[in-house]
């Protein structure tokens, strides 16, 4: 709450909170494929993750065509690129280095509820009803996208400082895209939920945006902690993702 009020204090463009989430995205991913090189090794990440972040970035770069082509689309585009050679390089190149047994989160139980729900719950817009659904899809899917990477760490309780690294740069990417919508909210004194539509989907985008900022929290405090105690590794107490 200090961190979003301070944001609304010295960003006077709350759009650029957007573009600074999808920037932040890039940089996780660019830690990501500086791991992957400089060690040979994709051990401690989960490729579930970045294979359902790869299906709500396209699914979000295609409505991004047919809805609102912008600066979100470049964005969208290049993270989308970084993130299949991410899984090409987990799947063909380091496999032998791929923790599958830890990796044990079943993608169904998240992708099919989040189909379901965009059926029900979409855009009231004048586009075409699948893309509407689509939409939806791509929002609720990115706010559980992460659940995977930390069942990964879950199972395995030390993260080695790269994944680390990429972890935090998603939670802060989150967090921003977060404050974007909820600062947004408040300058437009409710009047931004207003034109998304009526119904229930104005509150599902928010909620979304703030729960996939609230799953990645408890860890993002245990990083700082880390790395202002000068830990390398990070130790995941028992329960914390």
């Known amino acids: 709450m200090a961190a979003l009020v301070l944001l609304r204090f010295i960003v006077h463009d709350h759009d650029n909170l957007f573009v600074a989430a999808e920037a932040v995205h890039s940089i996780g991913i660019s830690v990501l494929i500086y791991k992957l090189m400089k060690e040979n090794s994709c051990a401690g990440l989960s490729l579930k993750s970045q294979e359902l972040t790869a299906i709500f970035l396209a699914v979000r770069l295609y409505c991004s065509f047919v809805m609102e082509y912008d600066i979100h689309t470049l964005l969208d585009l290049a993270t989308l690129a970084t993130t299949l050679w991410v899984i090409y390089m987990i799947r063909f190149k380091l496999k032998s280095s791929y923790m599958e047994d830890k ?13 379901v729900l965009a059926l029900f719950i979409h855009p009231s817009t004048s586009h075409h009803l699948l893309n509407r659904i689509f939409w939806a899809f791509c929002v609720y899917l990115e706010a559980v996208s992460v659940l995977p990477q930390l069942r990964v760490m879950q199972n395995t309780k030390i993260v080695e400082p790269f994944t680390a690294h990429y972890v935090f740069a998603l939670g802060v990417a989150r967090f921003l895209s977060c404050a974007h919508w909820v600062l947004q909210v408040l300058d437009s004194r409710g009047h931004l939920l207003v034109a998304l539509g009526y119904g229930l989907w104005p509150s599902m985008v928010l909620i979304s945006e703030i729960v996939q900022t609230f799953i990645l929290a408890d860890f993002c405090y245990y990083y700082v902690k880390s790395v202002f105690g000068g830990q390398l590794v990070l130790r995941l107490p028992s329960g914390v993702v």
């Open 103 to 115: 990796d044990n989160f079943a993608i169904y139980f998240v992708a099919v509820p989040c189909a």
